[in-house]
Nanobody, 121 residues
Framework: QVQLAESGGGLVQPGGSLRLSCASS????????MGWFRQAPGKQRELVAA???????NYADVVEGRFTISRDNAKNTVYLQMNSLKPDDTAVYSC???????????????WGQGTQVTVSS
């Protein structure tokens, strides 16, 4: 199984920046995609950004141009650089990964426990 360890959340003023990190560990054959989701109070969880092993990225429209997702395949770590943060970005951010336990096997998902990001003056 894969375990995900997130770090980097906190309190920041509007217009500020934060960088989230998520490191994968455990037993797996390959990591396929890694991404970040977020859930604000009273709202559904939504995809923020995702990245494949090959570096293809996908962003939610509301963060396009402000957030950048990247990954270090050697370290099985994904990063989310968040700039020009807005109060609406306040949420619990959770790391997600799709992975395989063996070659040709099915995909599995793993989730981190989440890290709070609060944007407020």
């Amino acid at each position: 199984q894969v375990q995900l360890a997130e770090s980097g959340g906190g309190l920041v003023q509007p217009g500020g920046s934060l960088r989230l990190s998520c490191a994968s560990s455990g037993s797996f054959f390959s990591i396929i995609t890694m991404g970040w989701f977020r859930q604000a109070p009273g709202k559904q969880r939504e995809l923020v950004a995702a990245i494949t092993t090959g570096g293809m990225t996908n962003y939610a429209d509301v963060v396009e141009g402000r957030f950048t997702i990247s990954r270090d395949n050697a370290k099985n770590t994904v990063y989310l650089q968040m700039n020009s943060l807005k109060p609406d970005d306040t949420a619990v951010y959770s790391c997600n990964t799709n992975y395989k336990r063996r070659e040709g096997g099915p995909r599995f998902q793993a989730w981190g426990q989440g890290t709070q990001v609060t944007v407020s003056s």
